[in-house]
């Protein structure tokens, strides 16, 4: 190799990732992160995937084995979308084929040290291949609440196992509720946009389909699809009052408020992007409450 080539050359890193329950762990060589693909069809909006892909020979398993993850496909069957079955982190999606190192696509959420927020998004118009995603139709009651002026929005996991219908004030620039993108260490892998609706506002179907999981102080629930893995709502842990104290005291308050609202990702909705509503708030301060979350 000629001295030039080998001055031009940028040196590798070793980046690990891992699923949110540290299950499944794996590391890969590559030069510096700063970009990563956004796509905007069905499943990678559902499931706020920014990919980026390993170089032949750079991606090696740590902990676990891929057998062992939750695979979910669909159209004509060739990608393999692999997600942690116990803690739902979108992991990669792998091209099915006979070649001896398959194609993959790496989620860089999933990745430890990246700053999602500072990357570089690279728009891939996935929407317009293949054939158009028809989301299901929603068949349940509607929500009790009142509200003057309001809106119905209705929404899916991807395969349709879940459906939720939620009543709300227009989704909108002018929208009054809270809208956040928490950076702690499960809202970073998993992509969520909450909104914190009350219970009388939401109703989901599927509840025999989700899956939750619970870390840290167990105060609260992550629900996802069992099936496609498509993280859902937030619900608060059923607690006695001698668990309640043993939370510390911003999560003591967290509870009480949780137990009220029904906090609904927005990217579950059909026919509503979240482009649409006002700009999320950064919620920085996420990752500082509770028990702090040890990479593995």
């Excluded at 031009?8 to 890193?13: E, Q, R, T, W």
């Excluded at 299950?23 to 890969?28: G, H, K, N, S």
Aim: proline fraction near 6%; aromatic fraction near 10%.
């Amino acid at each position: 190799m000629a001295d030039s080539e080998t001055k031009n050359m940028k040196p590798l890193k070793t980046y690990r990732g891992n699923c949110h329950c540290a299950a499944f762990v794996y590391e890969m060589e590559a030069t510096e992160i700063q970009s990563a693909h956004e796509c905007n069809c069905s499943i990678c909006y559902k499931k706020a995937y920014l990919w980026v892909s390993p170089a032949p020979g750079s991606y090696r398993v740590v902990k676990g084995d891929e057998a062992t993850l939750t695979t979910y496909t669909f159209g004509d069957g060739k990608w393999l979308h692999k997600f942690c079955g116990v803690c739902a982190t979108p992991l990669m999606v792998v091209f099915k084929s006979e070649e001896s190192e398959p194609r993959r696509g790496l989620n860089a959420r999933a990745i430890q040290g990246l700053n999602i927020r500072e990357l570089e998004r690279l728009p891939i118009d996935g929407a317009a291949m293949g054939s158009k995603y028809q989301p299901p139709a929603y068949s349940g009651p509607e929500p009790s609440a009142i509200i003057d002026n309001a809106n119905m929005y209705y929404g899916s996991c991807h395969c349709g196992a879940v459906t939720v219908a939620f009543k709300t004030t227009p989704l909108d620039k002018e929208y009054p509720g809270t809208v956040i993108e928490c950076n702690c260490s499960i809202c970073n892998r998993n992509g969520y946009v909450w909104v914190y609706p009350l219970k009388d506002q939401v109703v989901i179907q599927g509840n025999d389909n989700m899956a939750k999981y619970s870390f840290g102080t167990m105060c609260v629930e992550k629900w996802f699809c069992k099936t496609c893995g498509v993280n859902m709502a937030n619900t608060a842990t059923e607690m006695d009052e001698e668990q309640l104290a043993t939370l510390p005291e911003a999560y003591r308050g967290l509870h009480g408020r949780a137990k009220l609202l029904a906090p609904l990702n927005l990217r579950v909705l059909n026919g509503f992007h979240i482009s649409e509503i006002k700009e999320p708030e950064q919620a920085t301060k996420g990752a500082e409450l509770g028990r702090p979350y040890v990479n593995p």
